[in-house]
């Protein structure tokens, strides 16, 4: 009796594992065409919102990607981690809306050739204030 009992608790789980699977857990593709450009503001250090620096200042010596808001709109945060010279930029390719989404496209940029670069490590990130939105973001 024990054994049936076993096997039909195998069964049940192997039942439960392929209606899993065969369900098909959706997983929505997010919609990357362009709706309209959204306007931005790359945010000066002493603009930036307390808390937000704070969370800046706690991941910037590895990359990182972060969102905040407040009553000011939405920031967007993107780290390069620790670099071994100062002379790196930031700039915004791309911030738009789509469907379902915002799209943030940056790209760090190195010293140029013959510029001056420090001896100390530096930690480029960049914030963008923009429009509230409860979008998800996607960083490109």
Do not use: H
Request: glycine letters at 8%; hydrophobic letters at 35%.
């Amino acid at each position: 009796m024990k054994r049936r009992q076993f096997d039909g608790c195998r069964l049940s789980l192997a039942c439960a594992a392929t209606l899993m699977l065969l369900s098909g857990c959706k997983v929505d593709k997010v919609d990357q065409e362009r709706v309209r450009d959204l306007d931005f503001t790359v945010v000066g250090e002493a603009d930036i919102p307390a808390e937000l620096k704070e969370l800046v200042d706690e991941r910037k010596a590895a990359p990182f990607k972060l969102t905040y808001t407040n009553d000011q709109g939405l920031y967007i945060a993107v780290g390069y981690g620790e670099q071994e010279t100062g002379g790196y930029s930031i700039q915004v390719d791309d911030l738009y809306l789509t469907e379902n989404s915002i799209v943030a496209d940056t790209e760090l940029l190195g010293p140029q050739r013959g510029e001056t670069v420090g001896v100390e490590k530096s930690y480029p990130y960049i914030i963008i204030q923009t429009e509230y939105s409860e979008l998800p973001i996607v960083f490109q």
